[in-house]
């Protein structure tokens, strides 16, 4: 499938399953208040862009970053938050989803 986006490409395999699991990282990263350091669009503000960071990182490196964090930077580790922990590939999908353009910035996916 190539030039399909990678939310378009999840919504093809798995209609529907695809869509809740991406509302529910959307609202898993809003409790967890990314925004209040990453921005309102998660585009960067006090830390640095989630979004550019899910372009220019591997899914695995992605993951790591948000599950092993960053603390000498004040990025949490969200290892053993189940919150977090249980939407991780979601949340990965979320961000590359935004990243290629396929998801706009504030849309909550599924309502475009």
């Excluded at 395999?13 to 990282?25: I, K, R």
């Excluded at 993951?63 to 969200?78: K, R, T, V």
């Excluded at 938050?81 to 353009?101: S, T």
Aim: proline share 5%; glycine share 10%; with cysteine.
């Amino acid at each position: 499938m190539a030039g399909v986006s990678l939310f378009a490409r999840a919504q093809t395999q798995t209609p529907g399953a695809a869509d809740a699991a991406l509302v529910d990282a959307w609202r898993a990263v809003r409790v967890a208040d990314c925004a209040r350091c990453h921005g309102k669009d998660h585009e960067g503000l006090a830390a640095p862009s989630i979004v550019g960071f899910a372009r220019t990182q591997s899914r695995e490196r992605f993951i790591a970053a948000i599950l092993d964090g960053n603390p000498q930077m004040g990025m949490p580790a969200y290892r053993g938050n189940p919150l977090i922990e249980n939407h991780i590939d979601a949340i990965q999908r979320y961000f590359a989803a935004r990243a290629d353009g396929s998801l706009a910035a504030g849309a909550m996916p599924g309502r475009e």
